[in-house]
């Protein structure tokens, strides 16, 4: 056998011993022999570089040189699904798909729910070729390369005689699933992190999330994420069952669940949800719930879609679990807007599959409704199974010693003395814009939230403003992170967002080796320079000011030089712009140090008005008109045409109602939203008529 011959047979063989160890956890060699393989492939494959294939098993181990995402458009819209919480919710799905069935006998697949990020993996003639992320459901990010890391997926099918036809593979298909981290490698990745003084992870789900999105496939191949697929998607698919396909895809080297199970009756479907609400807790990898799927791909066709999700399936998810601990203390936290937020300390507790130390306290009302005292035995559950929050306390079991929680009166980080303001949407403006934090006691209006004022020195402010500002919805330096925004403010590079656009190649290339990343961070920091007028008023970080009425703001004024002299009758006359908004944009720009810093910005290049182009794509031809989207679209997304109605002046409503002046409707509008127009007498409008509607005219 020739090197040549001996590079194929090693990469079928390392291909075989992946799926047995990955998928179908049965290893057929030691780990020593596997390594021995691998090298000897590594080696030949050095000495042989016109034979380099990107499906070898050697391409695993990913690349430590940084990539950028592209978003790439999913062939079949990535839908979410409708919730429910409880089995009556279940009973009326099941029933409305009888009704939609006109009573032909259906099975339902029942699946596990599993908790990590969705996958949509394309094939080509047996090879992995595209991984893009959910995204928005309409188009997500190519994570190609980091997934060809994952060693349950495959790079080739049918590599060797270890899979058994069930049907052959289409020669294209699509397959979707969940990327997961297993619990125990959640937990040893937390336990180097804390070691090594790093923020932890939240949870499997967002470990999972940071990892993939991780710009070195070789950080996602040492993280070592799993992958469960559960959707086959093409036009020759093997069978007419979604079960029955998915098992064709486990021949072909996929990893399925094998706790799927179809039934045809209710009771059925509410036997599986018992047994696994009890179950799950022993499995490998994070679940959240159920899916119920209508077998039969005939059949999900002639039920068809909402315009947010199938009518086919729907998601039952289980209830959060609960533990009881101590409260040991509270801490507090400030947000960039200097929103400070109380922290429970407790008694570590394992809680849906983590260990729970720490739990928010929201507020101070918040606080004051459970009447919290140091020592109490509080209950905790996780929201989704994520966010630990505290729901309830045992007063029975509270010491006699215990102290009320008092909730503090000076930032934690800089001393300055709390305010509180009323949050945006109030009826009414306060009297006095502020409150003062009373010492060593509880008071206070209810429902608002105590700041720290001293928005331009207090570090946790600076630094949280810095990291809004570079964020991807704002000045989009998607080359920077918390961690380098922490590093730089420390050396004392930063201490406000203007300074970001003096940073130079050497002042961060440390000692030479970083260039790369270096020049690369600086040309991020360059290019956002051409960042929308709109986008550069949000990044602003103005307390109550988000992205919605950022762009309601720059279209009003059109520069910044008009908002900063914007009056209060001018900003509430804004629909959608109340009060506390208008005068929390007042007070922002008569910050001597608010001006310098917009002054620095402008000197940079930042735009500091509306382009021509977007003056000239702008009219008031929906002016006043309140319109409702519904369906979906071949012209142009939902978020384009939402953007489109906000230039020509209309506002974007979520839900039908009496003021709504019509609704934009593609296909498969919902079914409820069309009944409920044709009740209110709302017209329907079509794509092309919406956009004759905004046509300039002669």
């Known amino acids: 056998m020739n090197e040549q011959e001996r590079i194929f047979q090693l990469r079928k063989e390392l291909h075989e011993h992946n799926h047995r160890y990955y998928v179908l956890n049965e290893p057929s060699v030691s780990d020593q022999d596997f390594d021995s393989l691998m090298h000897e492939l590594q080696d030949l494959e050095a000495k042989h570089p016109e034979l380099y294939d990107a499906d070898s098993p050697t391409q695993r181990v990913g690349s430590d040189l940084n990539q950028e995402f592209r978003q790439v458009e999913h062939r079949y819209p990535m839908l979410s699904l409708a919730n429910t919480y409880n089995e009556q919710d279940v009973a009326t799905w099941y029933e409305s798909v009888q009704k939609g069935l006109n009573g032909e006998p259906f099975e339902v697949c029942c699946e596990l729910k599993y908790d990590g990020l969705s996958i949509s993996l394309s094939y080509e003639d047996g090879r992995l070729v595209q991984a893009v992320t959910r995204g928005d459901g309409v188009r997500g990010d190519d994570v190609t390369a980091n997934v060809k890391t994952i060693r349950s997926i495959p790079l080739v099918l049918n590599s060797s005689s270890l899979f058994t036809l069930h049907a052959s593979f289409p020669r294209e298909f699509e397959i979707r699933g969940e990327i997961l981290m297993p619990w125990k490698v959640f937990e040893?990745?937390?336990a180097?992190?804390?070691?090594?003084?790093?923020?932890?992870?939240?949870?499997?789900?967002?470990?999972?999330?940071?990892?993939?999105?991780?710009?070195?496939?070789?950080?996602?191949?040492?993280r070592q994420l799993d992958a469960y697929l559960y959707y086959l998607l093409g036009e020759k698919l093997p069978a007419d069952g979604h079960f029955e396909n998915l098992q064709a895809a486990a021949s072909w080297g996929f990893k399925i669940s094998q706790c799927m199970k179809k039934v045809d009756s209710l009771q059925g479907i509410y036997d599986f949800i018992s047994y696994w609400d009890v179950?799950?807790?022993?499995?490998?990898?994070?679940?959240?719930?159920?899916?119920l799927k209508v077998n039969s791909l005939r059949q999900q066709r002639s039920l068809g879609f909402t315009s947010k999700s199938p009518?086919?399936?729907?998601?039952?998810?289980?209830?959060?679990?609960?533990?009881?601990?101590?409260?040991?203390?509270?801490?507090?936290?400030?947000?960039?807007?200097?929103?400070?937020?109380?922290?429970?300390?407790?008694?570590?507790?394992?809680?849906?599959?983590?260990?729970?130390?720490?739990?928010?306290?929201?507020?101070?009302?918040?606080?004051?409704?459970?009447d919290l005292h140091i020592g109490d035995y509080v209950y905790v559950e996780k929201g989704g199974e994520i966010?630990?929050?505290?729901?309830?306390?045992?007063?029975?079991?509270?010491?006699?010693?215990?102290?009320?929680?008092?909730?503090?009166?000076?930032?934690?980080?800089?001393?300055?003395?709390?305010?509180?303001?009323?949050?945006?949407?109030?009826?009414?403006?306060?009297?006095?814009?502020?409150?003062?934090?009373?010492?060593?006691?509880?008071?206070?209006?209810?429902?608002?939230v105590w700041y720290c004022p001293n928005d331009t020195q207090c570090p946790p402010q600076i630094k949280g403003k810095i990291e809004?500002?570079?964020?991807?919805?704002?000045?989009?330096i998607d080359s920077l992170g918390p961690e380098t925004v922490d590093e730089y403010y420390r050396r004392g590079l930063i201490k406000n967002v203007a300074d970001l656009y003096g940073i130079e190649v050497q002042q961060i290339n440390g000692d030479g080796s970083r260039t790369r990343s270096a020049q690369k961070i600086v040309n991020g920091i360059q290019k956002s320079k051409a960042v929308p007028f709109e986008r550069v008023v949000f990044a602003l970080g103005i307390r109550f000011v988000g992205e919605t009425s950022a762009k309601l703001l720059a279209r009003r004024f059109k520069t910044m030089e008009a908002l900063q002299q914007a009056t209060t009758e001018e900003l509430t006359d804004i629909d959608g712009i109340g009060q506390v908004m208008a005068d929390s944009i007042i007070s922002y720009f008569q910050n001597e140090d608010n001006r310098h810093l917009v002054e620095r910005l402008k000197g940079y290049g930042l735009q500091m008005s509306l382009s021509d182009e977007q003056l000239s794509m702008q009219s008031n031809r929906l002016e006043g008109q309140s319109i409702v989207i519904s369906g979906v679209f071949a012209r142009h997304s939902r978020d384009e045409y939402k953007l489109l109605i906000e230039q020509h002046g209309g506002k974007n409503v979520g839900s039908i109602s009496k003021k709504t002046s019509f609704i934009l409707a593609g296909e498969n509008m919902g079914p409820s939203k069309l009944e409920k127009a044709q009740k209110l007498g709302i017209s329907i409008v079509s794509e092309d008529e919406f956009l004759n509607m905004i046509l300039p005219t002669d």
């Open 387 to 448: 966010i630990p929050k505290i729901v309830g306390v045992d007063i029975d079991a509270r010491p006699i010693i215990a102290q009320p929680v008092q909730f503090i009166s000076r930032c934690p980080e800089c001393g300055a003395k709390l305010v509180k303001l009323a949050p945006e949407g109030a009826t009414k403006a306060p009297t006095s814009k502020t409150i003062e934090a009373p010492l060593g006691a509880v008071g206070g209006a209810c429902s608002s």
């Open 279 to 291: 179950e799950r807790k022993n499995l490998p990898v994070a679940t959240d719930g159920i899916v």
């Open 192 to 222: 180097e992190r804390e070691a090594a003084e790093e923020p932890l992870f939240a949870n499997p789900r967002n470990a999972a999330s940071g990892t993939l999105k991780s710009q070195s496939s070789a950080v996602v191949a040492s």
């Open 188 to 190: 040893r990745l937390n």
């Open 468 to 476: 809004h500002f570079i964020s991807r919805k704002a000045m989009n």
């Open 311 to 370: 009518r086919w399936a729907i998601a039952y998810k289980f209830k959060a679990e609960r533990a009881r601990t101590r409260l040991e203390s509270v801490t507090y936290q400030v947000g960039r807007t200097g929103a400070v937020t109380p922290v429970a300390n407790m008694e570590p507790v394992q809680l849906a599959g983590t260990v729970v130390k720490r739990a928010t306290l929201n507020n101070e009302d918040f606080i004051r409704s459970f």
